[in-house]
DNA sequence: GCAAGTTTTAATCGGATGATTAAAATCATT
DNA sequence: AATGATTTTAATCATCCGATTAAAACTTGC
C-alpha cells in the first residue's frame, strides 16, 4: 500500500506524497514543479534536494504506482489452490478495491502508456513470462472439457475492460449519469460481484 | 469524418490536421505549439495568425474530434425500425470502425476529461436528455417481458467498456501480448462480433 | 505593372518553469 | 555552549515556450 499521508512523516515521504497526487490529477506534462512543492506545504527548492529533478521525482513515483497496480496479482494468477472461476473473482475484487482507494491510477497508467510507451513499459518489468502461470496451465484444461475456441486475450481484455474502464472514463460517466460519488461507489461494488459472473457465462457458452 | 492529408489543402486546414494529429499523441499540455510547426512543416507565427492561441486551437479540433465521436449516435439509438440487439450491435460495430481509423481518439477524450473536467463536460454537450431515445423505451419493455433487475447503468458500462478499453490501453495490451499493428486489428474485428453476442447474454440472463 | 490587401517569415518579447545557489535555520555530537 | 553537519529558505539563473511584431513575399484587382 502506498503510505498514507500521516502527522510524523519526513519531508522527502512528504514530497513523493503531494507529487503523487498531483501527477495523477494532472499527469507529468502538466505538473508543475512548483505545483509539488504548493500542494506539500514545502519550499520549491527542496524538491531538487531530495529528488535530483522532476523527471526523477516522476520515475519514482510512478514505479511505486506501478508496483502497487502489479502487486499480489502474480501470486493470485498462479495459486493452485483455487480454481479458474474463483481466481478471476479474486483479480475482480482485487482490483476494484484498489481502484475505489485510488480512482486516478488507472489514467495515470494509460496517459504514460500513452504519451511515451518505450519509457513507460521498460521502466516497469513488462517482460512476458506470463506462460508459466498456474493460470494458464487451468485456462487449457478448460479448453479441452469445454472445446471453447475463444482467444483467451478476449477474455483478459474483457475482464480489465469491465473492471477497469468505469474508473478511467469515472469523470464522463458519472456527468452522464447524475451519480454521487457514494453512488458511483456503490455501482463499482455492484460491479465487484457480477463481473466474475457474466466472465463465466462468457466462459461456459461452449462453441 | 475528419479530413485526410491532401495535396492541396489550405493552410489553416494543413495546420489544424498537425494540430489534431500532435494533440492526440501527446495531450495538451505536453503539446507545444512549435510541436504542430514541425508537424505541418509551417512556421511557428502561422499558428497565432489563423487561430489565436493554442488554447482557441485545441478547442477547435477538441470539438471536431467529440463530433465525430457523437456522430451518428444518437440517430443509431432512437431508430423504431432495429430491435434493441441490433442496436447494440450497430453501436460496437461504428465505434469499432470508427477506432480503427482513429485508435488514439479514446486516450484523447480520457485525457482531457481529466485533467480537465468542468471544461471538458462543458465543451461538449453533455446535456442529457437521453430519456426519449427509442432505445429507452425498447429497454423498458425488456425489462418488463423478461424481469430483469440489471442496471441499465451496467449493461452500457459493459458495451462501452469492452468496445473502448482496447483501443485506450492499446500500448501496453499489445506489448504484453506480442501482437502486431494487424493482428491487434484483427483482434478488434473479432471484437465485432463477440461483443454484441456477450452482451445479450448478459441481457438474456434473468434473475 | 502597380497599389492594396493578404499571407508568410525571421526575430524577438515577456512570462513561466526547472534548476541552482548561498545564506539562514535547525539539528546532532561532544 | 560550541562545532560541524544537515535541512530549509529566499533569491536568482537559464532556458523554454506562447505570443507578437515588423518587414518581406506573395496575391488580387485594376
Given amino acids: 500500500m502506498l503510505p498514507s499521508s500521516d502527522s510524523t512523516i519526513s519531508t522527502e515521504e512528504k514530497i513523493k506524497l503531494a507529487a503523487r497526487t498531483v501527477f495523477m490529477r494532472k499527469g507529468y506534462a502538466a505538473t508543475r514543479t512548483r505545483d509539488i512543492a504548493e500542494e506539500s506545504g514545502l519550499n520549491l527548492a527542496l524538491i531538487n534536494y531530495y529528488f535530483r529533478s522532476k523527471e526523477n521525482l516522476f520515475n519514482i513515483v510512478m514505479l511505486e504506482i506501478c508496483q502497487l497496480f502489479a502487486s499480489n496479482v502474480k501470486e493470485l494468477l498462479n495459486n493452485p489452490e483455487t480454481t479458474l472461476d474463483q481466481k478471476i473473482e479474486q483479480l ?35 517482460d512476458g513470462e506470463m506462460e508459466e502461470l498456474y ?38 460517466v458519472r456527468a452522464k449519469s447524475n451519480l454521487s460519488t457514494d453512488s458511483y461507489q456503490q455501482l463499482m461494488e455492484e460491479r465487484k460481484i457480477m463481473i466474475p459472473k457474466w466472465i463465466s457465462m462468457m466462459l461456459s457458452n461452449k462453441k
Avoid at 140 to 166: A, G, Y
Fill in 135 to 172: 493460470i494458464v496451465k487451468q485456462w487449457k484444461e478448460l479448453v479441452n472439457e469445454k472445446e471453447i475456441t475463444i482467444q483467451p486475450l478476449h477474455i483478459i481484455l474483457n475482464t480489465i475492460s469491465m473492471t477497469v474502464f468505469p474508473f478511467a472514463a469515472a469523470p464522463i
Fill in 92 to 126: 475482480v475484487h482485487h482490483y476494484i478495491d484498489m481502484l475505489l482507494s485510488n480512482p486516478s491510477i488507472p489514467f495515470f497508467i494509460l496517459n504514460e502508456a500513452h504519451t511515451s510507451p518505450d519509457i513507460f513499459l521498460s521502466r516497469i518489468g513488462m
